[in-house]
């Protein structure tokens, strides 16, 4: 049933796209993400599929058209990164309100400025309230089977929500690697036909959408909004048990690796987990308990599952990829925390901004990371708890370890 | 869509439409906007010779039709903007002001 | 690291290092290995110096950063030497495979103290004399499965022909002075 192939992570996604046929593909090329809407175009043009493509002027008419095309009832998919992503802005909201099932694969890179064409998880971490539904891949694998659990998750009943499927700029996007492919009418099958329960053009049913309101109605339609969002949890899992059953690969809301009796954790997002597992496993024949947590489902947050993931560990040091400026710490970093608000106190906790603009993250740098958790737990502090890895710094010359 | 259709404000988010969508047509009959009017325009049957620009031009459909003849305006619905008036090649249609309708009286 | 292999290819914008990186990774897929083939990205044009990358191993590869120690570094244009400092990070127990009419002693000279391995094929005049262009990387790709070890020469062969089918499907004609450099240069290698 599974084909051995070797893709690049967007080959993977525009194979995926190709095999669930959407009704609409509205897209705006934009690097890394460009290669997305290439390849499918191509489909389209050879009549691989029945999508209408739809290239358009900006990655806002991008997503526009997408909300059009999910209205009048058919599924709509697209693609973008970086700046495209942030142009889109308004228009993600509106998605996400209207409960419109878009799929969009967002590959990660850095937001201008300076420009920068390389990996980091600032775009999708600045959309993260806009009410879409986050996966996060670690390898082309994931973002292949990612793009295909989305539609579904998206689509159910108890969802009606837009989501991202993120995966990294060049790092997976554009490297080629081992993939396992799905036949064509096995996807077709998994993900079934989109029925939307009402849509324009519809002159049986007709309806109006996308309205003004007035304060005596607006919260209402926010709190059905979060509720699709806390039911998304439940059904990206019950989708993942399904997909298990389909391909014996196993997803959750996270990866836990080498944690059951792990003293220490780094949590991260993304191809950087993958290095990082390798820096566990080094650590792990030396015989330190050392273990990572890789984030897969970003929105909504498993904060429940995160507090017991973390039980009993001594130290932890969450890993981001993006600035928020904060000041005390990154995205990732709040979500822990806030949910380790309720949990254990005495857990180390620190924040390491890195990997920003391309920055390349070693297995080297992940041991440093370690190293330092292993200080902390020595010396019985996390302080100072926002930290950074990988950049020039004048005053921590001395410390840094050449990297 | 029935009046009693339509949703009211503060109802339960758990009884509310997902994404405010409306299901039915028709609900703005509800929404009488007559009340906005200031200027109230008139219509003298006698000029019109049912060119039906007030028709295509008014833009709360408050042009009131039968059998193909302009017979009036739906007070309920207009909202006193003067399109009609304005774009009345017939003279068929002038605005009258609250001052001059109190002293002179009016269609409405 | 276990029995990972690192490979890093300089070349220009236009000769096809990345296309033979993706290659060698096909040619290493093809013998159920687990493969990474990425260039790396910046502002470009045609004969900008190019960098591209492998990883070939047994096993299924986690690390996702940039390679810094290669085991073997292959440079298909010489004059990129006089740039840039091509055996930077190889180790020593690595080799360096370079797209030259010199011989291996020759080419050491102009390495800076490298003590590894260092073999040369002069790709350039294989590629003139069966294909009639300067298109080096047929030639390239063949010596670094020779010196690698990573395909056995008859399999290679026939998985590159194979790949070539596909690839010059329009243009078959391209086949077989295609697959005459990739045979000659597993025996015109130099060491």
């Known amino acids: 049933m599974a084909v051995r192939d070797k893709r690049s992570g967007n080959e993977a996604v525009g194979i995926a796209m190709r095999q669930m046929n959407p009704g609409v593909v509205a897209a705006f090329p934009i690097t890394p993400s460009t290669e997305v809407p290439q390849y499918f175009s191509g489909y389209a043009a050879n009549g691989e599929v029945d999508t209408e493509f739809v290239p358009v002027e900006s990655e806002h008419s991008a997503m526009s058209a997408c909300i059009g095309a999910s209205y009048a009832g058919v599924r709509a998919m697209t693609a973008t990164s970086s700046n495209g992503l942030a142009l889109m802005w308004e228009m993600l909201y509106i998605a996400s309100s209207d409960r419109l099932p878009i799929v969009m694969a967002v590959v990660n890179r850095a937001l201008s400025g300076p420009i920068s064409i390389h990996n980091d998880h600032a775009d999708s971490m600045g959309a993260r309230d806009a009410g879409w539904v986050q996966l996060y891949g670690e390898n082309n694998q994931e973002a292949y089977d990612n793009e295909i659990m989305a539609v579904c998750v998206a689509e159910h009943p108890d969802v009606e929500l837009p989501v991202m499927n993120c995966y990294d700029g060049f790092i997976t996007s554009h490297s080629v690697e081992n993939i396992e492919l799905l036949e064509d009418d096995a996807v077709r099958d998994f993900v079934g036909e989109y029925r939307p329960g009402h849509h324009l053009l519809n002159p049986g049913a007709p309806m109006s959408a996308g309205p003004l309101d007035m304060p005596g109605y607006y919260f209402e339609h926010k709190r059905s909004q979060a509720e699709g969002m806390i039911c998304a949890k439940k059904v990206i899992l019950e989708t993942a048990d399904r997909f298990y059953e389909l391909t014996g690969r196993r997803y959750g809301l996270f990866e836990a690796y080498q944690m059951d009796d792990a003293e220490m954790a780094v949590i991260l997002i993304g191809s950087s987990a993958g290095t990082a597992k390798e820096a566990v496993k080094r650590l792990r024949r030396e015989g330190v308990k050392a273990g990572l947590i890789k984030i897969r489902v970003f929105r909504p947050f498993p904060a429940e599952e995160i507090k017991e993931a973390l039980k009993g560990l001594r130290a932890v040091a969450v890993m981001d990829k993006s600035e928020g400026f904060s000041t005390h710490g990154g995205p990732l970093f709040h979500e822990v925390s806030s949910a380790l608000y309720y949990g254990d106190k005495d857990l180390l906790l620190c924040s390491y901004i890195y990997g920003l603009g391309g920055r390349d993250v070693r297995v080297e740098d992940i041991l440093q990371v370690f190293k330092s958790l292993s200080d902390d737990i020595a010396r019985g502090s996390a302080e100072p708890y926002c930290r950074y890895l990988g950049v020039t710094d004048k005053e921590k010359e001395e410390a840094a370890d050449g990297i | ?108 | 690291m276990d029995n990972m292999i690192e490979i890093r290819w300089h070349g220009r914008g236009g000769q096809g290092a990345k296309t033979a990186a993706m290659l060698l990774a096909e040619a290493a897929f093809d013998t159920g290995k687990f493969i990474q083939g990425f260039p790396e990205y910046g502002p470009e044009r045609m004969g900008a110096p190019v960098t591209a990358y492998n990883r070939i191993s047994n096993e299924r590869i986690l690390v996702h950063s940039n390679i810094y120690e290669p085991d073997y570094v292959v440079v298909v244009d010489e004059t990129l030497m006089d740039t840039l400092d091509v055996t930077a990070g190889l180790k020593k127990e690595g080799a360096l495979l370079i797209n030259s009419p010199k011989s291996p002693a020759e080419i050491r000279e102009k390495c800076g103290g490298y003590e590894g391995r260092i073999y040369t094929i002069d790709a350039d005049r294989i590629a003139m004399e069966t294909l009639g262009k300067n298109f080096p990387n047929t030639s390239m790709l063949s010596a670094v499965v020779k010196i690698t070890k990573v395909e056995e020469e008859e399999r290679f062969l026939e998985s590159l022909q194979e790949s070539f089918r596909h690839k010059f499907e329009h243009k078959p004609q391209m086949i077989e002075p295609n697959m005459q450099a990739a045979a000659r240069a597993f025996r015109e290698v130099k060491e």
């Not at chain 2, 929404?31 to 060119?51: H, I, K, L, M, S």
């Not at chain 2, 009609?84 to 068929?92: H, K, M, Q, R």
């Open chain 2, 1 to 108: 869509m029935k009046e009693q259709d339509l949703i009211q404000p503060f109802t339960p988010w758990q009884d509310t439409t997902r994404g405010g969508n409306i299901y039915g047509s028709g609900s703005s009959k509800y929404y009488r906007t007559g009340g906005w009017r200031v200027d109230t325009p008139q219509f003298e049957a006698a000029r019109c010779v049912n060119c039906m620009r007030c028709f295509l031009l008014c833009p709360d459909g408050s042009i009131a039709l039968e059998d193909g003849q302009v017979t009036g305006i739906h007070y309920d619905y207009c909202k006193g903007c003067g399109i009609c008036s304005e774009v009345c090649n017939a003279g068929a249609i002038h605005m009258m002001s609250r001052q001059e309708e109190s002293a002179h009286g009016s269609e409405r």
